[in-house]
């Protein structure tokens, strides 16, 4: 049975993205770095890639990202984190399986304190019982450790924890961990990179979320 269910953040609970990239491209332009399409960027973080593994995969040399990642988190912390919005199915799923009784905690690749921001300015922080930023742990997405630390902070093995994701990382973790997983389609990743990373469930959005939970406790 599902015992609680964890979701990723960016992406699944909130429209996030535009935000994220928009002041990714800002900071490589201020700094005179070229700034590669919004599109590639949304693609890259889909399937997992942290900021700075992205700027390193744009060609950026190593001694930059540390910067450049400074600048980011100031710009982002001032602007487009208070800026974020759930998504319209967000706040009905969130309710629908609140009601059915399940905690709820959030895995995602964020800081945890620009989570909690994230999530009290999208209105949605008092539904989580729990949540983790990627500094809230020793390793990141796709190694287990996120799952594994809310599942027992919320008393469910892990093997009764779903876990919901747009990432492959998001999945893969959850594969690891021994949870099952679901995994939310985007137009920016193809359908056959997720199922390529065989999630137990995949669904267009998340208010197809609270039935598949009925069913599959």
């Known amino acids: ?32 770095l070229p700034a590669p399409p919004a599109e590639r960027f949304e693609r890259l973080m889909r399937r997992g890639l942290l900021l700075d593994e992205l700027f390193l995969e744009f060609g950026i040399a190593s001694e930059h990202v540390s910067d450049l990642m400074q600048d980011y988190r100031t710009r982002y912390a001032a602007n487009a984190v208070l800026a974020v919005r759930p998504f319209p199915e967000t706040l009905p799923c969130l309710k629908a399986l609140t009601a059915l009784g399940l905690p709820l905690a959030v895995a995602t690749s964020k800081r945890l304190d620009m989570a909690q921001r994230a999530l009290a300015a999208a209105g949605l922080l008092p539904y989580f019982r729990d949540v983790l930023g990627h500094d809230s742990v020793s390793r990141g997405k796709p190694h287990p450790e996120m799952v594994t630390t809310l599942a027992a902070r919320l008393q469910v093995p892990p093997e009764g924890c ?25 137009d920016a990743l193809p359908t056959e990179e ?4 065989r999630p137990h469930f995949i669904i267009d959005r998340l208010d197809e979320l609270p039935p598949l939970v009925r069913l599959a406790s």
């Open 1 to 32: 049975m599902i015992g609680a269910v964890i979701f990723d953040l960016d992406g699944t609970l909130i429209d996030s993205f535009p935000g994220m990239i928009a002041t990714a491209r800002e900071v490589l332009a201020a700094a005179g």
């Open 162 to 186: 779903l876990m919901v994701g747009d990432s492959l990382y998001d999945i893969l973790m959850g594969h690891a961990a021994g949870a099952r997983t679901c995994a939310v389609r985007c």
């Open 194 to 197: 997720l199922l390529a990373v």
